[in-house]
């Protein structure tokens, strides 16, 4: 949530700023220290999403979005099998990931709804070679 001094303007402007981008960053690590210790605390099942927790996805949102980053709308051919397959593995994903499935059956999650996604995405994964998974689910609107 922004700062109170900003409630009051466009929050599309308060994204443009250091201080977003250091709370984004504050809570994203937030976030994944939460997630790996609900994990080493439960054994079971792993869900992972993709796009920009394994995948480097912002390159191509940001070329979706319409008209121009940060935009108004999306365009749906951000999830596209060509623009999928653009994407790059974020550092250090595929590791974490190997060690995590020595404990835990990996289900990958992404609202990746485009026809051929499913596909695509199954391609990602082997080719930038990411642990086997239990299942890929692909969420549509």
Known sequence: EPPAEWRQRPYREYKQTEDYKKRRAENYALCAQKVVEYALQRRGRLFVDIDNTISDAWKR???????????????????????????????????AL???????????????????A????????????????????????
């Open 61 to 95: 949102i940001r070329r979706a979005t319409i008209p121009q980053w940060p935009g108004h709308s999306f365009d749906a051919k951000a999830h596209s099998p060509e623009e999928l397959a653009k994407d790059s593995p974020l550092p250090g994903a595929q590791g």
């Open 118 to 141: 499913f596909q695509a995405t199954s391609k990602w994964l082997k080719e930038h070679h990411f642990p086997s998974y239990g299942q890929l689910v692909l969420v549509s609107d």
């Open 98 to 116: 190997a060690s995590l499935t020595r404990d835990w059956e990996v289900t990958y999650l992404s609202a990746r709804g485009a026809a051929g």
